[in-house]
């Protein structure tokens, strides 16, 4: 069972770090990648709260409360190695190219990947937001 679990736990993960972080917001006048940084870098800290705040409203809610319960079975998340790029950019919308690895410890274990995804964006009252989750 605990091997199951941290499977799903890790898949779960991965489709969050993925994506769900996806729908944020990098605040003020900071460009789509800021954004996009700045929510992994709220991944790593285990702050749902902060991840949520770089996305857009329609999916805040369920991206924090999901978060919430996937951080508290989690003892560690480590992202490193993460590169960004704009794949397209407009005055309010932008499509950022990720790269990353992260490491995540939990039940005693540690698990490793090394992920990419295209992230969606899009500028909502000056801020750079995720508007929708990343297959991850």
């Known amino acids: ?21 996806i729908g ?4 003020g006048t900071s460009g789509p990648e800021a ?9 790593a800290a285990k702050n749902a709260d902060k991840v949520g705040s770089y996305c857009t409203e329609d999916i805040r809610e369920d991206v924090v409360s999901t ?10 998340i ?6 960004t ?11 950022i190219d990720a790269e990353w690895d992260f490491e ?6 540690t698990s490793k990947e090394h992920q990419s995804d295209t992230i969606d964006l ?6 750079w937001l995720v508007n929708e989750p990343v297959e991850g």
């Open 104 to 109: 995540i410890k939990a039940f005693g274990e």
């Open 1 to 21: 069972m605990k091997g199951w679990f941290k499977v799903v736990l890790v898949l779960t993960l991965v489709a969050l770090v993925g994506g769900v972080v």
């Open 24 to 27: 944020c917001s990098g605040g």
């Open 35 to 43: 954004a996009v940084q700045g929510m992994f870098k709220a991944m």
């Open 122 to 127: 899009v500028k909502v009252d000056g801020k």
């Open 78 to 83: 480590k992202i490193t190695n993460l590169k």
């Open 85 to 95: 790029s704009v794949a397209s950019q407009t005055d309010d919308t932008a499509t």
């Open 67 to 76: 978060l919430k319960f996937s951080f508290a079975l989690v003892d560690s």
